[in-house]
């Protein structure tokens, strides 16, 4: 099913995480998530950046999480939560009765002549540092480390009840290991355990690496990863989407904001455009 929603009203959302399916409402665009008031909160906290708060009108945090149906006692797992800007909300809402696990970069043993390496270790530690400064605020977030091929467990096997991902698949897709993602996502969940997924949405024409080095993906493609690896998906989420996006950029998605790659070259075009199309899918580890 594939639901298109803001910030939905309280029966239609109570409907949705209740029964495990959209209850395809357009909402009007003022109304909190019913029983997420929490999760806005945290979201419009002045102690997250202007920054990093202006971007909510583009990400939809309140309304993803609550389409994934997250609930403050769960477990979660954030693959490569980056700079945090997720982890600003998750954290603070799981922290009196649930635990959030950050699967993050390999800060340790890598190869500092490998470019992509080097960078993932500063940003990773940069991680850790956020961590530490937030911690009374954040409570205690565990960290693992997904360094794929070699290094994919995540957290304990059927422990998780939530794992997520947010616009990290365009890099597991160019270097072949978008699918051994999607089974150490798998193998982390308890059964019946949700695996949400956003991305980048590429159009149709590419091929899956074409599409990848651009930072988009198939959206058929992660939908027959995610069942190769043994998923289910129940629902599907226009949350995220943006037609303005037309996916034919000079430097691929990051022509678009945060990154503006271009530089003030056509930036009030680009700019105007807004985030990229996403796709928001939900899929389920089956009993």
Do not use: C
């Not at 945290?42 to 009108?57: F, H, M, P, T, Y």
């Not at 024409?205 to 599409?211: G, N, T």
């Amino acid at each position: 099913m594939i639901t298109r929603f803001n910030r939905v009203t309280v029966a239609a959302l109570l409907t949705s995480v209740s029964l495990g399916f959209s209850a395809n409402v357009l909402a009007d665009e003022t109304t909190p998530a019913s029983g997420y008031e929490k999760l806005q909160e945290i979201a419009d906290d002045s102690r997250r950046s202007e920054k990093n708060r202006a971007r909510n009108q583009y990400r939809h945090p309140v309304e993803t999480l609550a389409f994934f149906g997250l609930k403050p006692d769960m477990t979660v797992v954030e693959l490569w939560p980056g700079g945090g800007w997720y982890t600003e909300i998750l954290a603070p809402y799981l922290k009196d009765k649930g635990q959030l696990i950050a699967a993050s970069f390999q800060i340790d043993g890598i190869d500092e002549d490998n470019r992509r390496q080097a960078y993932r270790a500063k940003v990773g530690k940069a991680y850790r540092e956020k961590l530490d400064t937030n911690a009374e605020w954040w409570g205690g977030v565990k960290e693992t480390t997904l360094a794929p091929p070699a290094t994919l467990s995540i957290a304990p096997a059927n422990s998780a009840d939530m794992v997520l991902t947010f616009r990290n698949l365009h890099n597991w897709e160019m270097n072949g290991e978008l699918e051994m993602v999607f089974k150490a996502a798998f193998d982390a969940l308890k059964s019946g355990g949700v695996f949400g997924v956003v991305e980048h949405r590429s159009a149709p024409a590419e091929d899956d690496k074409a599409r990848a080095k651009s930072g988009y993906v198939s959206q058929e493609r992660t939908i027959a990863a995610a069942q190769k690896a043994g998923f289910v998906l129940v629902e599907q989420s226009e949350v995220n989407a943006n037609p303005a996006d037309i996916k034919d950029y000079p430097k691929g998605v990051w022509t678009l904001p945060p990154s503006l790659a271009m530089g003030d070259e056509d930036r009030a075009k680009y700019e105007a455009i807004g985030e990229s199309d996403r796709m928001t899918l939900k899929f389920v580890k089956q009993p």
